[in-house]
């Protein structure tokens, strides 16, 4: 009885096999829809295609052919498909391991997509001039390379992308015509590149939990923005930030909780801007240049970041064409000067023992500070520790070797720094 037992298991396993397996390693490229039809006559039980599938050909009207893969080993890409209207035939995907790219295409939406949950390279959608929905990508949680959203002329959001945290490389969103919120985005948490531009109906960026951005942010030529509350838990970019060339954007209250700019800082071009409160935070150590330029209305510059760059031995600083008072670095220094801004930094309030921490922080109150509440914030600004002492040390034994966020509340005041655990 065993033995017909194993020779059951075996010959199942055998037909399992038989009916799912690899194949054309070097890819394939369909270019007719004969080709499509025909896929599963010349390569029978082909489920996983090993090589990159590429998709082009003006002819071509469904994918149904296609309802037997489950896997693409390298890149899919769909381009220049006029009269393909449904990804009906992908519907078994479920992971792609290179690229996805869908450009060019009558597509109205990806629901057929709603079993993927791996892309390993890019996911790309560009050009798509019927598309106005991403819903059916829900079950792709993180992207290694690229977000590239670009030129899909009736996409009115990005909903369908709740699910994804990370952005390894650049995160794009661009030449949007109908794009009037990044709704979809909310739960991404950190990013390489941030991107977004030239999006004329945007109001909303809806990057609620963004806190880290590895390199640079380009926010420009974003016609119906008119505030950056969306980017509040923003603690730290690692390259440049440029705000430029917006004609509603009136405050940058938002990026309040910026700390590490880690390069360049460019405004310039904002029509209806009057004011940089919002930048006060940032630690001006880091910076390497400042740009406040033709900003017509910008008449308030004086923020705590800025008074303490331009007083910087080489400071770079180019102001120009603003309103009056802040105009000039002249007119900023004096500025400045007027409103005595005494430099508010952590070190002046506060010393943390031992750093690096292992166990237990101590931290101590100088020049008369108090300490209301301490909060700790991880990299990717989700609160780790939110604690309202009864003394002044703090057990951080639970924290996992790494850099935090230090933030301590006296009275309205808050500051931060930099916590390293190890």
Not at 57 to 86: E, K, Q, R, W, Y
Not at 293 to 319: D, F, H, K, M, R
């Amino acid at each position: 009885m065993k033995k017909i037992t194993l020779l059951i298991t075996l010959f199942v396993g055998l037909q399992w096999a038989a009916f799912s397996q690899g194949c054309l390693p070097d890819g394939i490229i369909f270019t007719t829809q004969t080709e499509i039809d025909n896929f599963q006559t010349n390569h029978p039980n082909c489920s996983e295609i090993e090589g990159d599938v590429n998709i082009e050909g003006d002819n071509i009207v469904n994918l149904n052919g296609l309802a037997s893969l489950t896997a693409v080993g390298g890149s899919l890409a769909l381009s220049g498909t006029s009269s393909l209207v449904s990804l009906s035939g992908l519907n078994n995907i479920t992971s792609i391991n290179g690229n996805l790219q869908i450009a060019n295409t009558a597509l109205t939406g990806l629901s057929e997509l709603s079993q993927l949950n791996t892309v390993g390279g890019n996911l790309e959608i560009g050009d798509n001039s019927e598309i106005t929905s991403l819903i059916g990508l829900e079950g792709i949680s993180t992207l290694n390379e690229n977000l590239a959203v670009i030129g899909n002329t009736l996409l009115p959001n990005l909903e369908g992308l709740e699910q994804l945290t990370t952005v390894g490389n650049y995160l794009w969103v661009s030449g949007n015509g109908s794009l009037q919120s990044l709704s979809g985005l909310q739960s991404i948490t950190s990013a390489g590149y941030l991107y977004v531009f030239d999006n004329p109906n945007l109001s909303a960026i809806n990057l609620n939990a963004l806190a880290t951005v590895s390199l640079d942010v380009w926010l420009m030529q974003n016609d119906e923005l008119t505030n950056l509350n969306d980017l509040s838990n923003l603690l730290s970019i690692g390259g440049r930030l440029e705000i430029s060339n917006h004609n509603t954007l009136a405050n940058l209250t938002g990026l309040a909780s910026l700390i590490d700019l880690d390069g360049s800082l460019t405004i310039e071009g904002n029509m209806v801007l009057n004011s940089l409160s919002g930048l006060d935070n940032i630690t001006p150590y880091h910076l390497n240049r400042i740009t406040i330029a033709s900003n017509p209305v910008l008449s308030t510059c004086e923020v705590q970041s800025l008074c303490t760059y331009i007083g910087l031995p080489g400071a770079n600083v180019t102001i120009s064409n603003n309103a009056t008072g802040c105009n000039s670095k002249a007119e900023l220094e004096a500025a400045c000067q007027l409103a005595n801004l005494a430099e508010v930094r952590f070190s002046n309030y506060y010393s943390l023992y031992p750093i690096p921490v292992h166990n237990f922080l101590t931290i101590k109150p100088l020049n008369q500070a108090s300490i209301d509440q301490v909060i700790i914030y991880n990299q990717l600004g989700q609160k780790e520790i939110d604690y309202q002492p009864e003394n002044n040390e703090i057990d951080v034994s639970m924290l996992t070797p790494g850099l935090y966020v230090i933030e301590i509340q006296n009275g309205e005041v808050k500051l931060r720094d930099k916590l390293l655990v190890k």
